[in-house]
């Protein structure tokens, strides 16, 4: 599994996460949320207002996922498949590479589209979308 977080002005670093590694709410608190998002967006951020944006995953939506999102005090800092030509290692030296390749450009220009996106989305009900 790889965890990474965009914003309109940058991203995190990728985390890998070990083969075979269940992404539970215990796994994704303390080494996704906590090692690695929080450190980079206290950082990035420095002291800016932030929204963190999950999807619906069983981690991210389980009752102590969501306490933790929502806790104000300050902290410290499956899907299978078979593996790829090269290996998990190319695998994420590949990803790495296109990682870095996403320009504050491209990321301004995702994140502002976003709103017409979901508009797009809630008038088309959840239906197929054409792309543009």
Sequence with gaps: MVFGAVCADGKSPLLFVDQGVKINKEVYISQILEKTLLPWAQKHFNGRRWVFQ?????????????????????????????????????????????????????????????????????EKRGGRMEQD
């Design 54 to 122: 999950q999807d619906g995953a069983p981690a991210h939506t389980a009752k102590l996922s969501q306490q933790w999102a929502n806790d104000p005090r300050p902290r410290q800092t499956s899907i299978l498949w078979t593996t790829p030509s090269g290996g998990i290692e190319a695998l994420k030296k590949t990803l790495l590479k296109e990682w870095d390749a996403l320009s504050p450009e491209y990321l301004r220009a995702t994140i502002d589209a976003y709103p017409r996106r979901l508009r797009a989305v809630i």
